[in-house]
């Protein structure tokens, strides 16, 4: 097989949520298990850090892989999905896995994949790991897929452990309160390894430092420590000054990220890299570095993304309520004559809970991602007219994209958004 005729074999004998939903969720990690047993246990085989939450954990998964390559290690990414290419799930100091290296490894173990029919997401935890393992990586940042407590990343034993916050996502899996949800986000917490939690929240603290005494682990709440002040946003990146412990601790700190919730996210991945072991311990230049070329050593897509000026055109992968809120909040912060939402939703989660905090004074292109899993564009249209947002119903996500640049003047402001599928269309 050639590169595209694997990726269509992975796409379509195995399992995948990205593209069919719930039918590809394992609910142990038997399947993981077996693969590290046939490949050698590579999860073994290099230091990690292991990255969960429901909502930033891609962005501090980043902002750690960029700062550690600016202080020289060579680092490992594994984030999921992904938006064009398969091989950005799995990066060496940005640059993608090889495409014979995904070729390889799928023909080499073709026939115990077909015998033990993993899905999707394990099969491809498994390639990252040997990929890592084999590239001699220094340290890999890993992030958590779904939950925790059984996503397939869950074999790894890491330096650190982060969870960035916890919000109403996958209820169906992990939960539908903060308590239950928290509970399985804690999975990821390994007896004495330390765990940096991203944001204090009242339901969930006493979850998490239950979790960490079972464990004898140190627990860091980073908002706690650390606070991202973040000032006005430049073209491509947004300055912020860090305290620590109310004092100043990094002044003038440019972050190729323009989005103001990655504030939250900053502060994470300062807590995360203080309780780092010494030897992981980055210069001040390196973490300026890191943040300053974030996009460019990590190859960082669809978040707060800038697609074109005048009009404005921002597209973000915000997509349960948490991520979604903070997202609508800057964008009313912005300056524009009128708001243009291209918008589309998955089938099997429910759409109003999001629809219902999205601004009523806006213009909506209703859109259906281009994956099996994808909401038909009028009933997505015909939900969020029940709740008073106007607009009409398109084929696909360029349609939309489209029909907005017609509509819109250039003091206008576009956002493109509502699922990673949404996203991944257009950046």
């Not at 195995?14 to 590579?42: C, V, Y």
């Not at 962005?59 to 550690?68: D, N, P």
């Not at 940005?94 to 994949?113: M, N």
């Not at 949404?422 to 950046?427: D, K, M, P, S």
Request: with cysteine.
């Amino acid at each position: 097989m050639n590169y595209a005729e694997t990726l269509a074999y992975l796409y379509e004998q195995l399992p995948m949520f990205q593209r069919i939903g719930p039918a590809a969720f394992k609910k142990d990690l038997s399947n993981t298990w077996a693969l590290m047993d046939e490949l050698g246990h590579p999860e073994r085989q290099f230091r990690s850090i292991h990255v969960g939450g429901t909502n930033g954990k891609g962005s501090v998964s980043h902002m750690l892989a960029a700062i550690l390559q600016a202080a020289g290690w060579k680092v490992g990414l594994y984030t999921s999905p992904h938006y064009k290419d398969f091989r950005e799930r799995i990066k060496i100091d940005g640059q993608l896995a090889e495409r014979k290296y995904v070729v390889d490894f799928v023909q080499q173990h073709r026939p115990f994949i077909e015998a033990l029919k993993p899905s999707f997401f394990e099969i491809t935890v498994a390639m990252a790991f040997d990929y890592f393992a084999r590239q001699n990586v220094d340290v890999a940042v890993v992030e958590v897929g779904m939950g925790g407590r059984l996503d397939s990343t869950n074999v790894l034993t890491p330096l650190l452990s982060v969870i960035t916050n916890i919000s109403y996502d996958h209820m169906q899996f992990l939960g539908d309160t903060l308590e239950l949800i928290a509970g399985e986000k804690a999975g990821i917490i390994k007896p004495g390894v330390p765990v940096v939690i991203g944001e204090t929240q009242a339901e969930t603290r006493p979850v998490f430092e239950a979790k960490a005494r079972a464990c004898r682990s140190a627990i860091a709440f980073a908002d706690q420590v650390y606070e991202a002040r973040p000032g006005k946003p430049l073209l491509l990146h947004r300055e912020y000054q860090i305290n620590r412990m109310g004092k100043p601790y990094l002044r003038n700190a440019l972050v190729n990220a323009l989005g103001a919730y990655q504030r939250f996210n900053l502060q994470t991945a300062f807590q995360a890299v203080e309780t780092l072991p010494a030897e992981f311990q980055p210069e001040e230049s390196a973490i300026r570095r890191g943040l300053y070329e974030l996009r460019n050593l990590t190859r960082f897509l669809g978040r707060w993304q800038v697609l074109g000026r005048r009009p404005t055109i921002l597209a973000d992968s915000a997509h349960n309520i948490g991520g979604v809120a903070l997202a609508v909040k800057q964008l009313l912060d912005i300056p524009h004559r009128h708001l243009h939402m291209v918008w589309g939703a998955v089938a099997d989660k429910d759409p109003l809970p999001l629809l219902e905090v999205l601004p009523r004074q806006a213009t909506y292109y209703f859109v259906r991602p281009d994956v099996p899993r994808g909401l038909e564009a009028e009933k997505l249209r015909e939900k969020a007219h029940s709740l008073g947002l106007q607009g009409k119903a398109y084929a696909s996500v360029d349609n939309g994209l489209k029909a907005a640049r017609r509509k819109a003047g250039a003091e206008d402001l576009i956002f493109v958004g509502g699922s990673i599928f949404v996203v991944a269309e257009v950046v």
